[in-house]
């Protein structure tokens, strides 16, 4: 006969606990991620790239293009506009003559390339 070191309702409550911790953790994680101020990166939505840009405090997109395709020339089939480690930073993406898709990483206040890779 096999002999119980615990009671049966010691062992789901023992349960419970394990899952309500299991569930607060998973919890606090979640909100530390979130609210986390320097967080990887955030795309800026549309309204607020506009507002940036008539205040000065990043490029145009039609001068961030110019500068993507002098770097790179090709098509342009997407940009983000992001900002990390609170930088705002332009993801422009290229489509060579040769079908290769790039992406061109600059400085959405000045222009300067950080990173050019084939994506």
Known sequence: MHQYRHKP????F????WVALSI?????LAIVVLINPHKAHADIDQATARQL?????ILPLEKIHEKAKQ???????????EKKRGKYLYEVELL???GIVWEVK???????????EED
């Open 14 to 17: 023992m349960r419970v606990t």
């Open 96 to 98: 060579d003559e040769h």
């Open 24 to 28: 607060v953790l998973a919890t606090v």
């Open 106 to 116: 600059l400085d959405a206040a000045t222009g300067q390339l950080i990173k050019l």
């Open 53 to 57: 840009s008539a205040t000065g405090k």
């Open 71 to 81: 770097i790179k020339s090709g098509k342009i089939l997407e940009t983000e506009l």
């Open 9 to 12: 309702q010691q062992y789901v």
